[in-house]
């Protein structure tokens, strides 16, 4: 980081209970297999990959994101079991969502054109609806008995998405910084 920079991201986080089940679910990988770097973020549904911006203007960033916010509205979202992305990264699976996809197209939009933020990263990547269980520390050699264990796993659930949030990364791990509620009159 540069020059007072700090880095945020923003995401769906899913309410409890099923913010707690996933979150075991992260805990049992690190225990199991060795991968603790998912569990360096609250399990969520990344909207907008990391990015850096200046601390002197935070204050901007959140009333930028706090007045996108409070334009959307509400919709359900439901969780269905297990999926990979090989040979790393094993995921809960989030089925299709028009309105999520919407949102994080909407949120880019947004990003790009109040705050001048663009995220190069998704350019040669479709957004894939998921919440990460382990990615780059799973090693491969554990990726096969990890994935045999949770291909035919169930998990389903839902919940309304009613905010997003702006997370924050502390200087080892990412936090909630500001929580950004949706209009939901």
């Known amino acids: 980081m540069t020059g007072g ?8 986080i899913p309410p409890e209970p099923l913010f707690g089940v996933i979150q075991d679910l992260k805990t049992h990988f690190r225990e199991a297999y060795g991968a ?4 360096r973020s609250p399990a969520h549904i990344t909207l907008h990959m990391p990015f ?3 601390a002197r203007k935070q204050q901007r960033l959140v009333e930028s994101l706090s007045q996108y916010a409070a334009l959307q509205k509400p ?30 197209w909407s949120l880019h939009r947004h990003c790009k054109l109040n705050l001048n933020l663009f995220n190069a990263n998704y350019q040669d990547r479709p957004f894939h609806l998921h919440i990460t269980l382990a990615f780059r ?3 491969k050699s554990a990726f096969e008995p990890a994935w045999n264990e949770f291909s035919n796993r169930k998990l389903v659930g ?28």
């Not at 920079?5 to 769906?12: C, L, M, S």
């Not at 603790?36 to 569990?39: C, S, Y």
């Open 5 to 12: 920079d700090e880095k945020y991201f923003i995401a769906v």
């Open 36 to 39: 603790k770097a998912a569990l």
């Open 75 to 104: 919709f359900g979202l439901r969780l269905n079991n297990f999926a990979s992305f090989p040979p790393r990264v094993i995921f809960v699976d989030v089925e299709d969502s028009k309105p999520l996809t919407e949102l994080q």
């Open 52 to 54: 850096q911006w200046p």
């Open 137 to 139: 520390d799973l090693k």
């Open 158 to 185: 839902a919940f309304n998405v009613e905010s997003i949030y702006l997370l924050k990364h502390n200087g080892s791990e990412w936090e909630r910084f500001a929580a950004l509620p949706f209009n939901v009159i």
